[in-house]
């Protein structure tokens, strides 16, 4: 049987020794796998070698990210192409892609190396931004497409169209688009829905709407959404992916977002509900999760 390699991206500033690093490191080793490190990590560690980013996630059988939510989407987003299943361990605060717990890395790490995990496929939004007829700009999303004003407190008005369909136009900060897997991030800050992340389907939440009656609505991932700034606003705008990259926009720009024709693959424990995670994540903080 080929052996496992197991590549790590770390977040620094949530493990400035080290120390866990080492830790899932040994881990990786005690159960028959092999580390793939960055360069500057490897050797901070004091091992030789290590591996460009390009060469990690090329090689690696399984992908790992310490950090937060954030860390895992970064990592995430850059292995998109390569089809690499990605484990998130938790160094934040919330944390509901990266679940895995510092005091369960070996517990995590023995499973993974025994095969008794689940591979699961997450939605992922497509967004171009179109000017002139001409495509500037073009990412994926794996948690949400942010549209809103950049600068100055002015109320931005936002049209949404599905399918050429006119739905609303939505003064007020912006809206979010979101997939199932985001629906607990922005989204809910935001007042939208949660929903179950294997679920399909694109969530469509204004932000901080100047309006009574505006509220989220949801549309089928075979949908086109196209999003659209009033030809009268006066200033630059924004689109962020994942809260990771951005991009300005003006009005008169056109923003056509979709379902990727690919999905981005979780380990997933099975043991680990849903649900669950919503009370120990929001409601009870302090309530730990079995992996």
Known sequence: MEQKSIGLFVNRKKDK????TKKLVDSILKYGMKPLLPRPISQDLGFSGGYTEEDMMDKSSF?????GDGTLLNMARTSFNYDVPVLGINLGTVGFLADVEINDIEKAIKRLACGEYSIEDRMVLLASVF???YTVFKSIAINDVVVNRDGLSRIIRIQVFVDDQFIDSFP???????TPSGSTAY???AGGPIVQPDMEMMITTPI???ILYSRSFITSPDRK???????????SAIITMDGQEGFRIAAGDEILITRAQKKIKLVS???????DVLRAKIHQPSLKLNT
């Open 63 to 67: 992908l790992i990210s310490l950090g």
């Open 208 to 210: 901080c709407p100047h």
């Open 187 to 189: 989204n809910l800050s």
């Open 225 to 235: 959404l196209r999003i659209t700034i009033n030809d009268d606003y006066p200033d």
């Open 17 to 20: 020794e080290l120390e866990i």
């Open 131 to 133: 000017r002139d007829d």
């Open 172 to 178: 007020g900060d912006g809206v979010i688009v979101s």
């Open 269 to 275: 424990f099975n043991d680990i509900n849903f649900f």
